[in-house]
T-cell receptor, first 112, second 114 residues
């Protein structure tokens, strides 16, 4: 059974820092890995999708990498801003299923 | 990316009643998904809804409790039946972009059961 872990559960940093958010998974036979952000009481916003054949994706200040062999993905946030404060979730699909298996998320607070 | 809306955005309901949540997408999609996010927890898939067929439920979720309709390619409803306080959660619908399998979520429905 695929399990997705995000550690730490929360992180508080001063504005301007470059950040690394971690996601690990137990079964390397993944199809896609997707990073989301969730603002309090809101739905999910898709940030980046990495397909199993890819190693990284970039969007603006965000860069996500995927290492299937080690069961890890990282989300880099450059020059963090208070507006980046949110909960970040990673989720995985596996072959034959569109079901997203989510980690519990990491709550990020960027202090001005 | 798809634009997804949900109604209602939030509701407070009494124990034993039912609530129907609507999900509308701005484009035709084959598959729609319903997730639940209990307080302080991550998201769990309830069921997958394909147009023209019965919804497929995940382990722990049953049709009598969470009946789903999918009358066309842009719309779906989820009913939470005979509610109890344990059903207090955020309910979210999502769709998948068939081109790259990226999934997009609606804004969610925050349900509180008293």
């Amino acid at each position: 059974k695929q399990e997705v872990t995000q550690i730490p559960a929360a992180l508080s940093v001063p504005e301007g820092e470059n950040l690394v958010l971690n996601c690990s998974f137990t079964d390397s036979a993944i199809y896609n890995l997707q990073w989301f952000r969730q603002d309090p009481g809101k739905g999910l916003t898709s940030l980046l999708l990495i397909q199993s054949s890819q190693r990284e994706q970039t969007s603006g200040r965000l860069n996500a990498s995927l290492d299937k062999s080690s069961g890890r993905s990282t989300l880099y946030i450059a020059a963090s801003q208070p507006g980046d404060s949110a909960t970040y979730l990673c989720a995985i699909t596996q072959g034959g299923s569109e079901k997203l298996v989510f980690g519990k998320g990491m709550k990020l607070t960027v202090n001005p | 990316s798809a634009v997804i809306s949900q109604k209602p955005s939030r509701d407070i309901c009494q124990r034993g009643t039912s609530l129907t949540i609507q999900c509308q997408v701005d484009s035709q999609v084959t598959m729609m998904f319903w997730y639940r996010q209990q307080p302080g927890q991550s998201l769990t898939l309830i069921a997958t809804a394909n147009q023209g067929s019965e919804a497929t439920y995940e382990s722990g979720f049953v049709i009598d409790k969470f009946p789903i309709s999918r009358p066309n390619l842009t719309f779906s409803t989820l009913t939470v039946s005979n509610m109890s306080p344990e059903d207090s959660s955020i309910y979210l619908c999502s769709v998948e972009d068939y081109r790259d399998n990226e999934q997009f979520f609606g804004p969610g429905t925050r349900l509180t059961v008293l």
